[in-house]
């Protein structure tokens, strides 16, 4: 009987928690968004302050899944997120690792889909916080760049979308080329989530039997240069960023997954 009540309640402090998220959005976007466009008229200062409030809105709704008893989470080098100008590159298993992760972030700067860019509840921070939009095909890795270039950190689920259950990662390379281009050390962050739910394709009321508990991994930099050895000399034009890239995507596969990566670019790095 006792499981039964505890399992209807999390059914009930999920949709709790989606009504809020809903709610939250639109918050933001009549009362606490437009004051911030109105007074603040530096572009680059409204942005990181509109940044930082979805930053704690984020943070206190996590705080409000946990009160709820839907979820428990745990950080694993936090401190590592403290620095401007980070390319972070993480893999999905759920909906709420989004969040999670963002909330860690005091200048998070997101690519989002164009569908999130035009939702009602998250268009106004979408637009005030400057978000790099996914409908510019042409020239969304320059945009990347710019952005961590101009000390945003940029967050990037390099699968592109949810990973689906019980099959291989799939990584698209346009993580990767946006770290070979503009030459960027990466900060891999690895989530993981027990029991898993909020999956690809899964319904927000098929909670797990118990709380899922979600831990956030945020790992040593890893450095750029062992993947574009060999490629220097070579012409762009001629496949030697699309080289480097595909090595680098390769490893982060590997990583993400938990299987051991021994690249012959890494490991003639270490031998010298």
Known sequence: MGDRLDHAWRVIGTGISFLTFGLGGLFLRVFVIPPMQWFIHDDLTRQRRVRRVVQRSFGLFVEWMRVLGVMTYEIRGRHRLQRDGLLVLANHPTLIDV????????????????AVARNPFMRGPVRAAGYVANDDGAGLVEDCIAAVRAGGNLVIFPEGTRTTPGQPLKLQRGAANIAVRGRFDITPVHITCKPLTLGKGEKWYRVPPTRFHMVIDVQEDLPIAPFLNGTEGVDPQAGGEALAARRLTEHLANHFAGRATTCRHLSTRSRN
Do not use: E, R, Y
């Open 99 to 114: 969040v999670l992760l963002v909330s860690l972030l005091p200048n998070a700067d997101c690519v989002v889909k164009s």
